[in-house]
């Protein structure tokens, strides 16, 4: 049968059709939703082989956990876990399953209240936090799969919010303090404006931040900062475990390798990756500060320090 639109409704029905146009039109394809368009459109991947890191925090989560440790198991892909202390109790067999399929563990101190940089607890605070962390982790694992975890080559840290300078351990403890290059903004708040869903959507953290899936591309992309490049993801974010399939699928369609945490060349005691560096002050810093002296003065450098989004394009700032 055809529609016959009553000649006083259609300038109406021309209307609604052009509303429904220009909403199509102007939705970012990161929020069409469904199972999201991969256009396949970003910057070019490194020359050359490059190995990227998948790094998680805040867990361990009983839901999201499990899925993203199945999806990397499934891909046959390694990845960094920044535990904190607090979340292990009933999750033990999670950290166990860590260390059983080959990744790293790292310590995010024991919660992430009070303790990010800069918030004034003292650094007796910061060791205390850490060193309970590590007990739990040990009392979590077991006397044998403890052993596996001591073979890590040095203690990992992350601290809640990142760090502007080397996590002060105890005494003679060796460790690498890591931030990292690409944040996907899995858990950041999510404040919809008007046609955006509820939600945050899972491909805009593929397609808007990991990837730059989506003209304009609005953040530095992990192909960006190639070799070595660290990606900040949360395995307490409901979103990830959609998410996580497209991240992988599109590196490893782009020749990348995956690596766990420390990256080959990082020096203990050092704090390696500056947060908001974008690539370009890697090519002029030493991405390896030998010391932790080294990593002070990569600090001191007002250039390297300039306050600004994690990773985003200086013209896409507000
Ligand atoms: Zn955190």
Do not use: C, K
């Not at 060193?131 to 044998?144: H, K, S, V, Y």
């Not at 903004?185 to 919809?192: L, Q, T, Y």
């Amino acid at each position: 049968m055809r529609w016959i639109i009553p000649r006083a409704l259609a300038p109406l029905a021309r209307a609604l059709a052009l509303v429904v146009l220009l909403a199509i039109t102007l939705t970012p394809a990161w929020a069409q939703g469904g199972d999201g368009p991969n256009p396949g459109v970003h910057v070019a991947p490194p020359d050359g082989p490059y190995t990227v890191y998948l790094t998680f925090d805040d867990g361990p989560s009983s839901s999201v956990t499990p899925l993203v440790l199945d999806i990397l198991a499934e891909y046959d892909v390694p990845g960094t876990f920044f535990l904190h202390g607090h979340r292990i109790a009933d999750n033990e067999g999670l950290v166990r399953r860590m260390v059983e399929d080959g990744h790293a563990i790292g310590n995010h101190l024991w919660q992430q209240d009070g303790l990010t940089a800069g918030s004034g607890v003292s650094e007796s605070q910061l060791r205390a936090s850490w060193q309970r962390t590590e007990d739990e982790i040990a009392r979590a694992l077991g006397p044998e799969l403890a052993a596996v975890y001591a073979q890590q080559p040095v203690y990992l840290i992350r601290q809640p919010g990142g760090s502007a300078r080397p996590f002060p351990v105890p005494e003679g403890v060796v460790a690498i303090t890591y931030n990292w290059h690409v944040s996907s903004g899995d858990s950041a708040p999510w404040n919809p404006g008007p046609g955006d869903p509820p939600t945050r959507p899972w491909n805009y953290v593929v397609g808007n931040v990991v990837l730059s899936w989506f003209e304009p591309f609005r953040y530095y992309s992990v192909y960006e900062y190639g070799d070595g490049a660290i990606i900040l993801m949360h395995d307490v974010s409901p979103v990830l475990p959609q998410a996580l399939p497209s991240i992988i699928e599109d590196l490893l369609e782009n020749g990348a390798s995956f690596g766990v945490l420390p990256r080959p060349g990082d020096n203990p005691g050092s704090m390696p990756v500056l947060i908001s560096a974008p690539p370009e002050w890697y090519l002029y810093n030493d991405p390896f500060p030998g010391t932790p002296a080294d990593a002070e003065a990569d600090v001191a450098d007002p250039a390297a320090t300039t306050p600004s989004l994690v990773g985003t394009r200086p013209d896409m700032l507000p």
